[in-house]
């Protein structure tokens, strides 16, 4: 399957040269590539500065031509995050 063969490929070169701050992986990568996790750190010298936090992510059967779902699971005083961790402006 090709949606495979892509997410693979993104882990893979996540892994090989991860960016700064954040991570994503699958939650079980022998059976369900659909769903990963993510941490992100806050970066210095921000309101989220030692803050972590995780989201979850669920990509779509029809990836990449739809993309990703992703909610944060921590809460997040944002005015872009709604209290169920939905991302609101959906150009970030």
Known sequence: MALLRCLTKQ???MEKDPPPLCQAQP????????NWTATIHGPQ??????????LAIRFPTDFPFKPPR???????????????GDICLDIL
């Open 11 to 13: 882990l893979k070169e």
């Open 27 to 34: 939650l079980d990568s022998s059976k369900d590539m659909f």
């Open 45 to 54: 010298g921000t309101p989220f500065q030692d803050g972590i936090f995780h």
């Open 70 to 84: 992703i909610r944060f699971t921590t809460r997040v005083y944002h005015p872009n995050i709604s209290s169920q």
